[in-house]
Structure formats: C-alpha cells, structure tokens
C-alpha cells in the first residue's frame, strides 16, 4: 500500500498517468492540473481497493477516474472531467463512499458506479455532477446510500438500476436532481427518498420496482414531471408524503401495483397537482389530504380498479379540485371504499365525487360538482352497498343531460344496480336521485333545497327531521315517503306506496302545507298536524286509503279542518262522485256528470274538505265542518244535516258555475249557518242577484252588478231547509 501525491502538473500522451495498486492512496495537490490525451484506459486507474482525492483538476478524453476504489473525494474547487465518464467505478470490496464537492462531468456519465457492496456517496453543497449525453449519475449498487446537497444532472439526473437491496437518497433544501429528457430521479430496488430539494424530468420521480418505496417531499421539496408524471410508481407497498410541491404534466402523482398497498398522504403545506390526474392510484390505496391536491382536467384523485379498494381523507383544510366535464371531477373511487371529507372537494367543471363500488362516504366539508355532487355509478354487484352520511354541505351544478328536475343533482345514483343508504344531517343544495335496487333509502334531517327522486325496486325516503323545498317522488316499487318539516308534495308514483306528511310537531309549528299523491297502485296516504291537501283519483286501477291528521298548529282548531281531497287534476271530461257521510269514498266516473262507469278511487277518513274536478260532481258532506269547492261544471253539492254540520261551499272563479258550461245546485244548505265563500272572486252584496221560491234559491253573482251575463257571471241553486231566503249572513266576501 503507496501513497501517491501529485505535486506538479502532469500531461500526458498515454494513459493511465498514474496506476493505483490495491491499498494505494492517491492526493491531488490544490491547483495541480492531470491531463491525458490518450483515452484508451483513465487518466487514473485504479487496480485494486484504492483511495483518490482530488483537489486540482483531471482530465481524460475517456473516463477520467477508473476502477475498483473504496474512496473517492473530489474536494470543492476541484474539476474531474471525461470524455465519456467523470468517475467510473465497479467494486467488489465490502462498501464504498464517494464525496464529490466539486465538480464531475462526464460526456455520457458524470459518475457511473456499480458493485455488489454498499455505497455511501454525498455531493455536497459545492458539489456538481453533470452526464451530458445520459445519466449524471448512475448506479448498479445492491445498497446505496445517497445524500446530495448540490446538483446533479444529465439526459437523466440520478438512476439506480440495481432490483436487489435498497435505495436510500436525501436530498437538503437547495439541491437538484434535473434531466433533460427522462427521469430526475429513478430507481429499481426498495427506497427511501427525502426530498427537500428539486427533482425534475419529463417525470420528476420514477420508481419501477415492486418492493417497498418511501418517498417524503418536505416543505422546500419541489418534484416535476414537465412531459409526464411528478411522481410514478409501480410498488405494491408504498408510502409517499407530499409536503412540498409535486407537478405532472399527465399526473401529479401516479402508480400503484396491482394487489398492492399505497399509503399517500398530502400535508397542510403539500401540493400535487397534473394535467389530467392530481394523484392516481391503482391499488388498495389510502389517500389523506391537509394541503391541496389538483386535477385540471381529469380527476383530482382517482383510487382502486374493481378488484381494490381505496380510503380517502380529506382534512380540514384540505383541498381536492378536479374537472374534465362530463369524464372528470374532483374525486372518483372504484372497487370497496371509504372517504371521509373534512374539507373541500370541488369541481367546476365535472363531478364532485365519483363512487363505483360499495363504501362509505362521510362528509362535514363542502362536495360540490358543477354537474353532479354525488355520482354513485355501481355498476357490476348488486350486493354492493354505498352509505353517505352528510353533516356538511353537499351540492351539484346545472347538468343538460338529466332530463328530470331542474337539471341538476346533488347527489345521482340513477345508473346504480347497487343499494344507496343516504343520511342527510347537514345542507343539499340540488336534487336527490336514489339507485335501481330495493332498499335504498334517504334519511333527510338537515336541509335539501331540491327534489328526492327514488329508484326501482321499493325504496323509502324519510325527512321527518328536515325540510325539502321540492318534491319527494316515488320510484316504480313500493315506496315508503315520509315528507319534511315544511311540507312540499309527496308523490307516490308507481306501485303501492305508503306517504306520510307532516308527521312531526315542527311541522304543524310551520303550519306546513303538504300535498301528498299516491300515484298508481293501492296507496296508503296519512296526514299530520299540518296543512294536508291529497290528491284524489289517480291511482289507475288501484286506490288510495287516506287517513287525515288532526291539527297540531297553534292559533288553528285543533280538528281536521287542516286536511283537503282534491280532484282538480282529474282528466277532462272525468268527474267524481265523494261520500264524506255514509261510505267515506269516492268514485272517478269516465265520463263528464256522472255519465260514464264508477272506479273506486278513494277511501276517505277525516278529511272534511273537498275539491271537485272541473266536470259535474256529486260531493256529499258529513255531518261535521266541511268546505265544499265543486270546481267546473255543474256540480251536485250536498250539505250535512247533523246538529253539529256546518258546512261552507267555496268559489274561487266565475266559471265554476254559470249557465254555459253548467250551474252548481247546492242541497240542504242551512240558513244562517252554512256559507258561500266568494272572498276568492273580490266581491260584495252589490254584485248578488238573489231569486227566492220557497226554500229554493236561484242566485247570479255579477260580474258588473245590475247586467247579468249568462257566459260570465256566476251561477248556482240553492236548495235550503228553510224557506227564509238567502241573506248577507250566508256569504263570506
């Protein structure tokens, strides 16, 4: 073992300059130049485990340093340049360690290492390694250990191509690993990189191996991708923290094994963001968000095929933002799945969430989607069961594809063959669309300011505890509706559906109007302590029990004078024939005044008001408190005739009854007690023309009073117990 210094200059025509024996220490004097122009072997080759350090200048037209060495120093100042490589080293000691704090360039390499043993190489604050026509470093070591400090690069920066051992890298604040065609950093084994510097290529960081990576960006950490990915990777275990930046052309962050497992997190100060995908995991991926994570035209986050799974986590503060229109949005999961969302998940141009799979989805933050909130699309399990539970803010923007609604949902699963379980505590903005499969259901205890569509198969929608400012609308099974605190309409649609309106005490508070249609089929139809108006005749073959519900609203009787039937929506042409007295039914005719075939339609319990059809009806009151409103036509009304009946028959229009389309007839009305409600029409005694013959009464109510108009003015007969004659007493104006 020799100790060689180099004192003087040295130029030489034939290389090696000098040759290292095994052992051997070679130091280069400061300011000391070695120059070889024959590059047939390096300027310093070394035959054995040696030692070079450097701190002149060497050159070779080839590779400067070569051989099996166990150290090498390039000292800050000093200048090690190669033709072809700048350092050039295959070893087979135990490990090596490498310092370069000056300068290492090589035409295709800067430095080209590979060896079975372990390597330790640091590139200092000083430090620069540069591989003009390829790697600026390059390695085939089972187990390197790499700190840089300064800059690295090449066609590609730094490259490990080793696939046994592992990868250790760290990168301070300041340092650079740049390409200018490839990849800033990658590697083949297992690795841990620390990323407080700048790593950037055509991907930023590739890692190709399917054993265990760990990669942390810190805060000053920056990764660019500037024709691909940030960040790509193919591990089945990998563990990524982003609390820098982390840029992608096509993905922010992209990878994921098949079968794998990836645990990504974004920090409070961490951003990701592609040109298409902000993070794109093909794995049994878990995703946490604090800092924001961007997708500009495609997804923001995108986890799991439909054989994984994937979590996602959205922290307060947290932002994830995605869109692409109709094939992109904020967030989309496929395979089993939980997201929790604390924060912001928003799309202006797309989806806010995309769910294909069973999971959960829990959100306290804000979902927002500029076509659809929501979008469950499950598509291949019936047995698959997606639950969202909403405590924050849900909403969707306009869509001119959905041609139901005003156009827009917050949350859709329409396309669904799987089971839909939403609980509803916080605020919808936009309507509600449940699945295609039996048992979905919507549980509304917050606010929805929308409509509820559900889907096939029998499915129930409950906003006992909330309130919906549209619709609730019934699928083609047997649904179950229970309306919200402010009322609303309640429509059965098809099959047998059960519809409860107003059932709560907060409701009758609001003195909430609720207007509940069974639709098609056998219905059950119960009324609370609020306004309750039910839609009579229309169950196409089937019929409708209807139950009202007595009054809870403060200032109001406390009976049922709060509950209205109403035929008004019958077909043209159609009349009705109601018993409130004796069988409590009614009966749709086909035909125009009671001309056509009876259908039962409609059993009636405590609903004391009625509304005719705009053909002529019969409606027959009970014996208790009733208001009559016979519509067009000439209806045949009956008064009750019980101690206790006081019965009031309604006109809201001239053209409810005259003497071209048909005059009303109203029967047994008590004098003094019963009322004609004409408050509707603006009126006074002036306009009243009165004909009493015994106990019946013919009356016109004048448009323009003294001229009598048979095509305008109002019309009807009304035959009293009594022959006293009509009075003002007997009218409401």
Excluded: C
């Amino acid at each position: 073992m020799a100790t060689i210094i180099q004192t003087t200059d040295t130029h030489v025509s034939t290389s090696p300059a000098y040759t290292l024996n095994p052992g051997d220490y070679f130091y280069q004097v400061a300011g000391i130049n070695l120059t070889t122009t024959d590059g047939s072997l390096p300027a310093i080759l070394a035959t054995g485990n040696g030692t070079v350090d450097i701190h002149g200048t060497v050159f070779s037209p080839n590779v400067a340093i070569g051989g099996p060495l166990t150290a090498v120093i390039v000292a800050s100042g000093a200048d090690v340049t190669g033709g072809s490589t700048g350092l050039q080293t295959l070893n087979t000691n135990t490990q090596s360690h490498y310092a370069i704090n000056g300068s290492l360039t090589g035409g295709t390499y800067g430095l080209n290492s590979s060896g079975s043993n372990i390597l330790y190489l640091h590139v200092g604050a000083t430090g620069i390694v540069t591989g003009l026509d390829s790697n600026g470093i390059n390695l085939n070591h089972d187990i390197v250990y790499a700190s840089i400090d300064g800059s690295v690069s090449g066609v590609l920066g730094i490259g490990q191509s080793s696939t046994n051992g592992f990868f250790v890298l760290n990168m301070t604040a300041g340092a650079k690993a740049t390409a200018t065609s490839s990849y800033g950093i990658s590697f083949a084994n297992s690795g841990y990189l620390a990323i407080n510097g700048q790593a950037a290529g055509t991907t930023g960081i590739n890692s190709t191996t399917s054993q265990q990576v760990t990669i942390t960006v810190g805060t000053s950490g920056s990764v660019a991708g500037s024709w691909v990915d940030g960040i790509a990777f193919m591990s089945q275990s990998a563990t990524i923290a982003i609390n820098g930046d982390v840029n992608g052309s096509f993905n922010g962050l992209a990878g994921g094994a098949s079968m794998g497992t990836s645990s990504i997190a974004v920090g409070a100060d961490g951003f990701v963001s592609g040109g298409y995908y902000g993070i794109r995991v093909d794995n049994n991926a878990t995703v946490s968000v604090a800092g924001t994570v961007s997708g500009i035209n495609s997804w923001g986050i995108q986890t799991g095929t439909y054989s994984e799974a994937g979590e996602i986590y959205v922290h307060d503060g947290g932002l994830v933002t995605g869109g692409g229109g109709s094939s992109g949005g904020a967030v989309r999961t496929r395979g089993t799945h939980v997201i929790t969302n604390d924060g912001t998940i928003s799309s202006t141009d797309g989806v806010g969430v995309l769910a294909d799979g069973a999971g959960y989805l829990l959100n306290t933050g804000i979902i927002s989607g500029s076509t659809v909130g929501i979008l469950y699309t499950d598509t291949f399990s019936t047995s698959d069961v997606l639950t969202t539970v909403n405590t924050g803010t849900i909403s969707g923007g306009p869509n001119p594809l959905i041609a139901v609604g005003p156009n827009f949902f917050a949350y859709d699963a329409a396309g669904s063959i799987g089971t839909d379980r939403f609980i509803n505590e916080g605020d919808i903005i936009g309507d509600v669309r449940l699945g295609q499969h039996a048992g979905s259901n919507f549980v509304n205890a917050g606010t929805l300011t929308g409509s509820v569509y559900l889907g096939a198969g029998g499915q129930v929608a409950n906003s006992a505890l909330g309130t919906v400012s549209g619709m609730m609308v019934g699928g083609t099974g047997d649904d179950a509706i229970v309306g919200g605190q402010n009322g609303g309409l309640l429509l059965g649609n098809a099959g047998n559906d059960l519809i409860y309106a107003n059932p709560t005490q907060a409701a009758a508070d609001n003195h909430a109007t609720a207007t509940l249609a069974g639709g098609t089929g056998t219905n059950a139809l119960y009324g609370g302590g609020g306004f309750n108006v039910f839609v009579g005749g229309d169950t196409n073959g089937g019929y409708n029990q209807i139950w009202g519900g007595a009054s809870g609203m403060s200032g109001l009787s406390l009976d049922f004078s709060n509950n209205t039937i109403t035929f008004a929506s019958l077909n043209p042409g159609q009349s009705v024939y109601v018993d409130l007295l004796n069988g409590h039914n009614a009966y749709i005719n086909s035909g125009p005044n009671q001309s056509g075939i009876y259908v039962y339609e409609d059993s009636i319990i405590n609903v004391p008001n009625v509304i005719g059809s705009s053909s002529g009806d019969v409606i027959i009151a009970d014996n208790g408190i009733d208001r009559i409103q016979g519509n067009g036509g000439a209806d045949a009304l009956y008064a009750g005739t019980g101690l206790s009946s006081q019965d009031t028959f309604v006109y809201t229009s001239y053209a409810d009854s005259n003497l071209n389309t048909g005059y009303d007839t109203i029967v047994g009305f008590k004098l003094g007690i019963d009322k004609i409600d004409l408050s509707a029409l603006f009126t006074d005694g002036s306009h009243l023309a009165i004909s009493t013959a015994g106990t019946s009464n013919t009356l016109y109510i004048e448009v323009t009073p003294g001229t009598f108009n048979p095509a305008t003015d109002l019309a009807l007969i009304v035959n009293a117990t009594t022959n006293l004659g009509l009075t003002a007493v007997d009218f409401i104006f």
